[in-house]
């Protein structure tokens, strides 16, 4: 008996001991499966009283699932996108907190009541266009210069620039020098001026400083750049444009070799015959006399105009006055935009030596039909009146953008690019 008992007793041992081991391993996954699922709860569910449809933007990033990617200049179309309404959205500044934007642009100033145009945002359908991060700027051009140069909407795209940074930078650190042709903002700690140049042609014409009202009367010297130029050498950034001012509806007159020598051999050219003239004539001083190592060229293309409201399909319209929503017909091109000119640009820029990064912005600005200063801006330095303020058909300006607004959006690429 005694030496039986020994192998039952072993056995009894081993059931006991496999029944334990395996009520163990049981409750042993069951807290584990509820510590997962209370770890994976406390991640996708929102806190209590929170609205599940209502994410931040962070959240709406990090939960995006589809083949969207972030920004890379190389791969992403700018292009290519939808302007989606946010109501939550604030801008960095306004037209009440940044002493630095003219009249002109200062709509809700001026006393436009509507500020929707400020709440939309350019979404591309390709990647995500990161937001104006004004922190960012101020690290990528410490100890550098920037120049901004062209005509008023270049003037405007500064602007923009500079009230997108500003509010960072304390009083005793910053300044602003306003010229005729310079204008500089200065951000002592940091080294670094943003500047504008007015050279609304680019090359040189007889209507640079004094400005000629009459576009018959204008004159432009396709072959001369140099006065403005050397005013551009050793600058770290430099971003054009230059379009508007060629498109007065009429031939151009157009002169080679010196103002001194008269102005009778002018000849009368179309638009993009004399602009493709005088771009050769950038193009070339740009490869001639810009380092690439040291100095990063830019250029914004053409700003669309909106004089024909028949363009987006409202007859009853008058241009640009009283609309308060972007266009939503997907590649809406207006007459506002000469293909031609855009055609002239890149064909110059690409033969040239220097790499030249677009800002492409002439089609995301198409839509936004909504954003122009319209009648709240001034003319001849004075606020327009009432009675002017009336007569949308003859004073809207439906060329320059009200800030902030869409020029924000351009130095939103112009970041993610730099």
Not at 39 to 64: C, H, M, W
Request: proline share 4%; aromatic share 12%; hydrophobic share 35%.
């Amino acid at each position: 008996m005694g030496v039986f008992a020994k192998p039952q007793y072993l056995s009894l041992y081993v059931l006991i001991f496999s029944l334990a081991f395996v009520i163990l391993l049981f409750y042993t996954n069951l807290l584990s499966t509820t510590s997962c699922a209370r770890y994976f709860n406390s991640i996708q569910q929102p806190p209590a009283g929170v609205d599940r449809n209502s994410t931040t933007e962070d959240d709406r990033l990090k939960s995006i699932v589809d083949d969207r990617f972030v920004f890379d200049p190389d791969e992403c179309n700018v292009a290519k996108g939808k302007w989606v309404y946010n109501s939550s959205f604030e801008p960095l500044y306004t037209d009440l907190s940044c002493p630095y934007l003219d009249r002109q642009v200062s709509c809700v100033k001026n006393g436009k009541n509507n500020t929707d145009y400020r709440k939309w945002e350019w979404h591309l359908d390709g990647c995500i266009l990161p937001r104006f991060d004004a922190r960012l700027a101020l690290n990528k051009i410490r100890g550098k210069r920037v120049m901004f140069i062209g005509d008023s909407l270049q003037r405007g795209q500064w602007q923009s620039f500079v009230c997108l940074v500003e509010f960072l930078i304390p009083k005793d650190q910053k300044s602003m020098r306003r010229g005729k042709v310079r204008s500089v903002f200065r951000i002592k700690d940091h080294n670094t001026t943003i500047e504008f140049y007015w050279a609304p042609f680019l090359i040189e014409s007889n209507t640079d400083l004094k400005i000629i009202g009459d576009p018959k009367k204008r004159i432009v010297k396709v072959d001369s750049i140099e006065k403005h130029a050397k005013h551009w050498a050793g600058v770290d950034v430099l971003l054009f444009n230059t379009y508007v001012w060629w498109m007065t509806g009429y031939k151009l007159k157009s002169l080679w070799g010196s103002f001194a020598n008269g102005e009778d051999g002018y000849e009368e050219l179309e638009a993009p015959v004399s602009y493709r003239i005088a771009l050769r004539t950038w193009a070339n001083w740009i490869d001639s006399n810009i380092d690439q190592n040291k100095t990063r060229v830019f250029f914004t293309t053409m700003s669309p105009t909106h004089q024909r409201s028949a363009d987006w399909d409202n007859k009853g319209g008058i241009k640009c006055y009283n609309e308060t929503e972007p266009v939503k017909k997907k590649g809406h091109w207006g007459s506002g935009s000469d293909k031609r000119m855009m055609s002239v640009v890149s064909s110059v820029m690409g033969k040239m030596r220097t790499p030249v990064t677009l800002i492409n912005i002439t089609q995301l600005s198409e839509y936004r039909v909504d954003a122009h200063s319209s009648v709240w801006t001034e003319l001849g330095g004075k606020l327009l009146t009432d009675e002017e303020k009336a007569d949308p058909l003859k004073f809207a300006d439906c060329i320059h953008w009200c800030l902030p607004g869409v020029p924000d959006t351009w130095n939103q690429i112009f970041l993610a690019s730099l």
